[in-house]
């Protein structure tokens, strides 16, 4: 049984240089949501996605981040241009809608902008 | 915003030692779930609290969810080194979205 499944595990990339990060989630849950990780900030929703809708995406940090789902089979992530502030660990995380909903994460994408 | 405060930021035991955290909510919760990320994994679901004073045990975990369903507790009973990591708490306040604690990061020394 495939849990969520995040691309790329670890990315390296220079200060001003698109990154994507991709997910698929779970099949048959229908939420979506891409988390960030830091020591400084801890775990912090950034958007979250409900039948392949964007729901909340109040935690988006500003406009170089945006993230699709053109599918309920995958989800992407996209900082553009990147800063060395955005260096962190970022979730996928997906789960079924309604009462009691336990949230599934995947193994994360490490990312280091240099 | 709603918010889910959960204490203290860190704990430092002793082996065999006891642990508990804590998670508080100004407004009542639908539910409560409990998740560990182990250092260098991504958080893993524990189990979840629906019932107003529900009590639940894993081995040597007891959670806890409040009579007002406003806070909860994760207790561990003889803390072991496999315990280590960040325990969070996530209180979902309805449209089918959690909010997360900001974790407790548990240490054990042996």
């Known amino acids: 049984d495939a849990g969520v499944i995040q691309s790329p595990r670890h990315e390296v990339t220079e200060m001003g240089q698109e990154v994507t990060l991709r997910c698929k989630p779970i099949?048959?849950?229908?939420?979506l949501f891409w988390y960030r990780q830091t020591m400084m900030r801890g775990l912090e929703l950034l958007i979250y996605?409900?039948?392949?809708?964007?729901?909340?995406d109040s935690g988006m940090p500003e406009d170089r981040f945006s993230a699709k789902m053109p599918n309920a089979s995958f989800s992407t992530l996209k900082i553009q241009p990147s800063e060395p502030r955005d260096s962190a660990v970022y979730f996928c995380?997906?789960?079924?809608?309604?009462?009691?909903?336990?949230?599934?994460f995947g193994e994360g994408s490490w990312l280091t902008v240099v | 915003g709603q918010q889910v405060m959960q204490i203290p930021q860190y704990q430092h035991v002793q082996e065999g030692e006891d642990f508990t955290t804590y998670c508080n909510s100004s407004?009542?919760?639908?539910?409560i779930q409990w998740y560990k990320q182990r250092p260098g994994g991504h958080p893993v679901f524990l189990i979840q609290?629906?019932?107003?004073?529900e009590v639940k045990k894993q081995k040597r975990l007891t959670f806890q969810f409040g009579e007002a369903k406003k806070n909860s507790s994760l207790h561990i009973t003889a803390t072991q080194t496999t315990d280590v990591g960040t325990y969070f708490c996530?209180?979902?306040f309805g449209a089918g979205k959690s909010t997360f604690g900001d974790g407790t990061t548990l240490t054990v020394k042996p």
């Open positions: 609290l629906v019932k107003s004073g």
């Open positions: 995380a997906s789960s079924t809608t309604g009462g009691g909903i336990t949230i599934y």
């Open positions: 407004t009542t919760l639908s539910n």
């Open positions: 996530a209180g979902e």
């Open positions: 996605f409900n039948n392949n809708v964007p729901i909340d």
């Open positions: 099949s048959g849950h229908n939420s």
